[in-house]
């Protein structure tokens, strides 16, 4: 009989924030004969700053009127506009890891849940406002 176990390891934190974004956690596969595989990623040094030039308040009014393209369960393509309503959720500060094509750039930025049901994850640069990726949070 041939079994295996997957675990991944909690998330990175600097100073207190999670480290979010273009990566993954830390995984380990075994199985009968011991580990069989690591992935994932840990930095080992971070360095970027922890305040934020960009309030909350800012980063999300960013958001308002904003137009997410999503697929109905047709496949088709449908428009969801975010209204002031579906910016009621408070968010975090978080490091996001954003690959370039310099490497790899660690940025301060919020993450903002928007909506309700139809929901997404957006996360703002912190410093200079900029969107740095969009997470629809629903399968179609």
């Known amino acids: 009989k041939y079994s295996s176990l997957k675990f991944e390891l909690p998330g990175q934190t600097y100073g207190g924030l999670p480290v979010e ?8 596969f075994a199985n009968a004969n011991g580990i069989s595989r690591i992935g994932g990623y840990w930095f080992p ?4 700053s922890l305040e934020p030039k960009i309030s909350e308040a800012s980063a999300k009014n960013k958001l308002n ?9 047709a496949g088709n393509p449908r428009d969801y506009r975010v ?3 579906d910016l009621n959720n408070v ?17 301060l930025a919020w993450e ?8 997404w994850t ?14 629809q949070m629903f399968k179609t």
């Open 91 to 107: 968010a975090h500060k978080v490091v996001f890891v954003k690959k370039s094509s310099q490497g790899l750039e660690f940025r």
């Open 83 to 85: 209204g002031q309503k």
């Open 112 to 119: 903002i849940p928007v909506g309700q049901g139809l929901s």
């Open 21 to 28: 974004g273009d990566i993954s956690p830390i995984g380990v």
């Open 45 to 48: 040094k971070i360095i970027v």
């Open 122 to 135: 957006v996360y703002i640069d912190a410093v200079t406002g900029e969107e740095l990726e969009v997470v």
């Open 65 to 73: 009127g904003r137009t997410f393209t999503y697929g109905d369960i």
